[in-house]
């Protein structure tokens, strides 16, 4: 498996802007690796992810730092450092997203295909509470449901967390508008989805990405703070799961995975950062 070592940076301030490389790190074959290993968290974007991971937070911030009084007014342009547009027809990229695709549709499982239906329409609880649907089954999963949050814990932070849901939904919707690309699968008819696709062109970014990253990453910093770094950890994991699993059901393109994974990095520091939203969270 592909690894690169994961930095983090207690200020997120250090590096270079992750957009300069796109091309080049597009070029990695990071989502192959799901078919080659069986490691629980090493799958489809393991790889890339990390790349993916230290460089949302380890780029230069153009964002500003200062505190707001209602951090949910913040426009979703200030987030148009963090996306660029997607690859073009004819490009490595575009077709990579589309061998990334097949590869990914001859290797998931039954369990992902449901799991990424039960997922549809995703809401605080629905993504991060370890209670489930009987149907879906962790043993059949690389998650594991028993890292999540219990029943007390989603009723504590859902106020909260509902409505950072929907401000990441602002943003992506924004963007989703902005650059208006199709599915894979009204693009290449041998891509075969196995759960619904969403109507419109609106797969990039991808919000339930973004929304899996942005949370992942909130509670990950959360844990660590409490000093829980294992449970830190599995949190960041499993919001990149979140995203990964668009891309192996076949209804996001690989890089409109990575575009928001890219967004919810971005609003996840952007909110750690205002002094209203840090001031809320750590008081729950």
């Not at 957009?19 to 989502?31: A, K």
């Not at 799901?34 to 153009?62: D, P």
């Not at 990334?100 to 329409?121: A, D, N, P, V």
């Not at 809401?123 to 370890?130: C, D, G, Q, R, V």
Request: glycine fraction near 6%; aromatic fraction near 12%.
């Amino acid at each position: 498996m592909f690894e690169v070592q994961r930095v983090r940076h207690e200020t997120f301030t250090c590096g270079e802007n992750w957009l300069d490389s796109w091309p080049r790190l597009l070029e990695l074959s990071y989502f192959l690796q799901r078919s080659l290993t069986g490691h629980k968290w090493g799958g489809v974007m393991g790889a890339w992810t990390r790349i993916l991971f230290i460089a949302a937070f380890g780029i230069s911030i153009s964002l500003s730092a200062k505190s707001s009084d209602d951090w949910y007014k913040i426009p979703p342009e200030d987030f148009q450092s963090f996306i660029q547009n997607f690859p073009q027809p004819g490009s490595e990229p575009y077709q990579q997203d589309y061998e990334t695709l097949l590869k990914l549709q001859s290797t998931r499982s039954q369990e992902e295909c449901q799991l990424g239906r039960y997922l549809k329409w995703p809401n605080f609880a629905s993504l991060f509470a370890k209670d489930k649907p009987e149907y879906l089954d962790d043993h059949l999963l690389p998650v594991d449901f028993d890292d999540l949050l219990s029943k007390s814990e989603i009723e504590k932070y859902k106020p909260l967390m509902n409505r950072v849901l929907r401000f990441s939904s602002k943003v992506t919707r924004h963007y989703k508008t902005l650059y208006a690309r199709d599915r894979p699968s009204r693009i290449n008819s041998h891509i075969k989805p196995c759960a619904e696709v969403p109507e419109g062109k609106k797969s990039y970014p991808s919000s339930h990405t973004a929304k899996g990253a942005l949370l992942g990453c909130l509670f990950s910093e959360k844990f660590k703070t409490l000093g829980n770094h294992e449970r830190a950890e599995k949190f960041l994991e499993y919001g990149e799961y979140m995203g990964d699993l668009r891309a192996i059901i076949g209804v996001h393109h690989p890089s409109d995975v990575v575009a928001g994974k890219s967004i919810g990095y971005a609003i996840c520091d952007r909110l750690l950062r205002d002094e209203s939203f840090h001031k809320a969270f750590k008081a729950l």
